[in-house]
Nanobody, 115 residues
Framework: QVQLVESGGGLVRPGGSLRLSCAAS????????MGWYRQAPGKERELVAA???????NYVDSVKGRFTISRNNAANTVYLQMNSLKPEDTAVYYC?????????WGQGTQVTVSS
């Protein structure tokens, strides 16, 4: 059973930075695409950033230039470096991984941007 475990959320002031990590366990195989979604109260879950096993990335427009996604294929781990955080980045962030058409989700980590 594949499990995704996130870490790194918390409370940060506007303009600050956080780094989220997500490690996949329970599989010896590399997840194809890994990414981060977020869901703010009263809003739908949205894709924030994704990265393929080959390193191709895509970002939602609102985070371009501020967030960077990266991964360590050997460790089946994905990271999200978040800089210049804004209050509107406040949400629960979920790690996502896909392999052979099956999606896996982490439990979510809260990110709160507030002064």
């Amino acid at each position: 059973q594949v499990q995704l475990v996130e870490s790194g959320g918390g409370l940060v002031r506007p303009g600050g930075s956080l780094r989220l990590s997500c490690a996949a366990s329970g599989t010896a195989f590399r997840l194809n695409t890994m990414g981060w979604y977020r869901q703010a109260p009263g809003k739908e879950r949205e894709l924030v950033a994704a990265i393929t096993s080959g390193g191709n990335t895509n970002y939602v427009d609102s985070v371009k230039g501020r967030f960077t996604i990266s991964r360590n294929n050997a460790a089946n781990t994905v990271y999200l470096q978040m800089n210049s955080l804004k209050p509107e980045d406040t949400a629960v962030y979920y790690c996502n991984g896909v392999r052979l058409g099956i999606e896996y989700w982490g439990q979510g980590t809260q990110v709160t941007v507030s002064s």
